[in-house]
């Protein structure tokens, strides 16, 4: 597993307090992917209702609250594919 998952492992589990209503799949480009759901937040590749596509350096901006998630998705940073209202819950709790 690569040092950015692990610390954005770490990360959107502070931010979340131990789980998430809904799942959602993180996939950093050349990086891996993460999945946040009832059970927690841990790396892996299951399938999810929703999945955020970016860069590392896209999903640290919003993991350290540097960059909006509405704002990255609006600007072309940040793809969703899946349940759009998950999506929104999710960048709500994110900041």
Not at 3 to 16: P, Q, T
Not at 31 to 52: K, Q, S, Y
Not at 71 to 92: E, I, K, P, Q
């Amino acid at each position: 597993m690569s040092d950015v998952i692990d610390s954005a492992v770490a990360a959107l589990d502070e931010k979340l307090g131990g789980g998430f209503d809904g799942s959602v799949k993180f996939e950093i480009e050349g990086e891996g992917a993460i999945i946040v759901d009832g059970g927690g937040v841990r790396a892996g590749d299951e399938p999810a209702d929703c999945t955020l596509k970016a860069d590392a350096e896209t999903f640290r901006a919003i993991l350290e609250g540097e960059l909006n998630p509405t704002t990255a998705f609006m600007s072309g940073r940040l793809s969703v594919d899946g349940d759009m209202g998950t999506a929104m819950r999710l960048g709500a709790t994110l900041g």
